[in-house]
């Protein structure tokens, strides 16, 4: 069974950047797609990311797009969200999970961790 441990998220300040890890502690991601979702405070989890099996195709919500950048390490059994240009909108705890279409997005379908949190101040 694949579990998934989020890291790296922290304070920043507006504009700036930061990278977050999504690290599988059992076996490989390589067969999966995995996506990146987060929570703001009073609001459901939304869908930020996708990476598909290959690495070669990605797909973002339209609030993020050109900002941020997802990327896989299958060596590594990592997933990285960097993220730049932030703002304080951005602000939410983050979850990665593996992910599968949901309708015209993508939702993830396994089990849920603990998140990264990351705060942008203005």
């Known amino acids: 069974q694949v579990h998934l441990v989020e890291s790296g998220g922290g304070l920043v300040q507006a504009g700036g950047s930061l990278r977050l890890s999504c690290a599988s502690s059992g076996p490989t991601l390589r067969a999966y797609n995995v996506g990146w979702f987060r929570q703001a405070p009073g609001k459901e989890r939304e869908f930020v990311a996708t990476?598909?099996?290959?690495?070669?195709?990605?797909y973002y919500a339209d609030s993020v797009e050109g900002r941020f950048t997802v990327s896989r390490d299958d060596n590594k059994r990592t997933v990285y969200l960097q993220m730049s240009r932030l703002k304080p909108e951005d602000t939410a705890v983050y979850f990665c999970?593996?992910?599968?279409?949901?309708?015209?997005?993508?939702w993830g379908f396994g089990s849920w961790g603990q998140g990264t949190q990351v705060i942008v101040s203005s």
């Open positions: 999970n593996l992910a599968g279409p949901d309708g015209a997005g993508w």
């Open positions: 990476i598909l099996s290959s690495g070669e195709e990605t």
